[in-house]
């Protein structure tokens, strides 16, 4: 996304969709990736209501919001395209409010990275999950990421 400063995402957050939807894919290579034809899309304010759950000293990754949405709504999997955005506008959205704040950097990347994409980027990010007793270490050469040391050992589990 560019240009965050400019849009409203609550309005996107909030945005009447034709979402929740199942759709069924018919290419193959999708249906052998993600292990079936049944495919969920969730609506952005469904991201940011299982975002909120997340306490203080847990964390997840997107990869398990998309799997307990996908269980949850009888699909085989969650689409991961509309997952990435869907979530960083849960997180743009709450950076823009003055109240009803969603804890979005608690919600990782797979492997449990940190997600560019949030307002103010890795050191942002960085600096609220430390604050929160979480150790971030960086791994890399050339291509630097960052990363929730021990993640799995404070992953919120959705129930």
């Known amino acids: 996304m560019a240009n965050e400063e400019k849009k409203d995402f ?4 909030h945005k009447d969709t034709d979402m929740p939807k199942i759709q069924i894919v018919t290419d193959q290579a999708t249906i052998k990736k993600y292990g079936g034809e049944k495919m969920f899309f969730a609506p952005p304010v469904t991201y940011d209501e299982i975002m909120k759950k997340v306490p203080r000293g847990k964390v997840i990754i997107v990869g398990a919001i998309r799997e307990y949405l996908a269980k949850e709504n009888g699909a085989d999997f969650t689409d991961p395209i509309t997952a990435g955005i869907f979530v960083s506008i849960a997180a743009w959205a709450s950076h823009q409010r003055t109240e009803d704040e969603t804890p979005y950097w608690r919600t990782l ?10 307002p103010g980027g890795i050191a942002a990010q960085k600096e609220k999950l430390e604050a929160e007793g979480h ?25």
């Open 10 to 13: 609550n309005a996107m957050l």
């Open 135 to 159: 150790t971030v270490v960086e791994r890399g050469r050339k291509n630097i990421r960052y990363y929730v040391k021990d993640y799995e050992k404070v992953l919120f589990e959705l129930k």
């Open 109 to 118: 990347k797979a492997n449990g990275e940190l997600n560019a994409k949030y």
